[in-house]
Structures are given as structure tokens and as C-alpha cells.
């Protein structure tokens, strides 16, 4: 409902495209009636409105047969109207969409995937620079050599890209698991109901840059069992399994 009628006093209140459309028809409006779309405050005329439209379905619109009449404020003659509406709006309960996550090949629920930060490469992402540069400065002088340099930057671009996707940080509603490969997937996990101690890192140029490493052990060894290596925001990765293993996450999904 966004259209108001123009000098129409049987007619006050906010009317759909359809409301408009079934009132030509009957004859009870003219094509060159003026409305109002209250949410553009635009004015149209009524068949510039309904201009294409299909008849609609069968109905028994009651508001449009029988308007209710209202008094409308000189001073704001559309407030009455808008405040109609909002006060039906309200009265609809609101529907909540429950959270979409991706489901694992087992069909757990991820919660965070992951890879290394493109900074973790800063030394190959160094040298691609020095190609690109190297690239620039040849141009002038040989376009050949700065072609060479230019591919040689893109092909350590691709291979910095290809490093970076073959190293995948999961964490599911059950497992914490490292995978990684090209050709040939491995993949190391620990349950979250096992893990004993998760210790964060962050130290030097990396720690500045908000790169951490997330070290993940259990009850059954001494050592690490999974670790992500320079992965952003590892401190809420860590604050995440924790949820998981008191149930919060669970019980909200």
C-alpha cells in the first residue's frame, strides 16, 4: 500500500497498484487522476501507475468497496494515512530468518573457513612488485624484457594464489582441521570436545599487521594438532571454539 488518491475523499487511505487498477475498472477513477507514491512523494497519474498491468486475481477487496471515510489535518494531509500503515506493519509479527551456514561434505556446520593472509607471502609479494617495477622502468627501453618481467610478476602472482587456497582453516560444530595440498588433499583435526589448550600467537610485523598463529591440542598428546599459520583475527577464532565446546553456538543454531 504506497498510493493516495488526489481530491478523492471516498478514497483516503494508502491504495495498492491493484486497489488502483480493480477502481478503473468499476469506473470509479479516470486514467488522469493524480495519486501520490508516499515513499517517493512523487505525483502520477493513475494509468501511468497501472500502465502493463495484468488484470488481477479475483478478490473482494472490502476496503476499496467500502472506504472508510477519516479527517485528514490541513496541515499534513498524509500523516493520518502513513500512520495507519505503520500501525498495521506493527501489528504483524516479525519473522526471524535463522542463520545459513555451509555444511561440511559430512554435513557438519561451518563456522569459520579460512586461509593464510595474503600478508604471510609478503616476500613473494616483494618480488612481484620488483617485476612489475622492473617492468616499468623497461618499458622505454626494451619491450621485450619488459614483457619477460611483466609475466614473471603475474606468474608469482598465481603461484602466491595457488600457495595460499591449498591451505584451508576449518572449523565445524565437531572438528577443528587443517587441510591442505594441491593434487593430493591431508588433513589434520582434533574434536572440539578434545581440545585441552588453544594458545594464540602474535609477534613482530605479523602481530602489528593483526596476523596470529592458532595452536589447537588435546587431552590424548603433548604436542599441536592443528595449527593455522597467519590467519587474521585468530583471537576470535579461539573465542568461537570456545563457544563450541560450552554449547552456546549449538543451542542457538
Given amino acids: 500500500m504506497r498510493y493516495l488518491l488526489h481530491h478523492h475523499p471516498a478514497f483516503p487511505g494508502l491504495l495498492s497498484k491493484e486497489d488502483l487498477y480493480a477502481l478503473v475498472d468499476r469506473g470509479s477513477l479516470a486514467r488522469g487522476d493524480l495519486c501520490t507514491d508516499v515513499q517517493t512523494g512523487r505525483d502520477h497519474t493513475v494509468g501511468e501507475v497501472i500502465s502493463g498491468m495484468r488484470p488481477p486475481r479475483a478478490r473482494t477487496p472490502a476496503r476499496v468497496e467500502r472506504p472508510a471515510y477519516q479527517e485528514f489535518r490541513a496541515d499534513d494531509p498524509y500523516e493520518e494515512a502513513l500512520e495507519t500503515c505503520d500501525e498495521e506493519e506493527e501489528d504483524e509479527p516479525l519473522e526471524e530468518k535463522a542463520p545459513e551456514f555451509r555444511l561440511s561434505e559430512s554435513g557438519e556446520r561451518i563456522y569459520s573457513f579460512a586461509h593464510p593472509s595474503w600478508l604471510s607471502y609478503w616476500k613473494a609479494l616483494f618480488l612481484m612488485l620488483l617485476f612489475l617495477v622492473a617492468a616499468g622502468l623497461l618499458v622505454n627501453i626494451d619491450e621485450g624484457y619488459a614483457l619477460v618481467a611483466v609475466l614473471a610478476g603475474i606468474a608469482t602472482f598465481i603461484c602466491i594464489a595457488i600457495a595460499r587456497a591449498s591451505q584451508d582453516y576449518i572449523v565445524t560444530d565437531e572438528r577443528v582441521e587443517h587441510v591442505w595440498g594441491i593434487l593430493g588433499r591431508s588433513s589434520k583435526e582434533v574434536r572440539v570436545?578434545?581440545?585441552?589448550?588453544?594458545?594464540?600467537?602474535?609477534?613482530?610485523?605479523?602481530?602489528?599487521?593483526?596476523?596470529?598463529?592458532?595452536?589447537?591440542?588435546?587431552?590424548?598428546?603433548?604436542?599441536?594438532?592443528?595449527?593455522?599459520r597467519d590467519m587474521r583475527r585468530a583471537h576470535d577464532v579461539k573465542q568461537l571454539i570456545r563457544q563450541l565446546q560450552r554449547g552456546d553456538l549449538v543451542a542457538e543454531g
Fill in 193 to 228: 570436545c578434545d581440545i585441552r589448550s588453544i594458545d594464540v600467537h602474535e609477534s613482530g610485523l605479523k602481530g602489528l599487521l593483526g596476523l596470529g598463529t592458532l595452536d589447537v591440542s588435546s587431552a590424548g598428546t603433548a604436542g599441536v594438532e592443528v595449527r593455522f
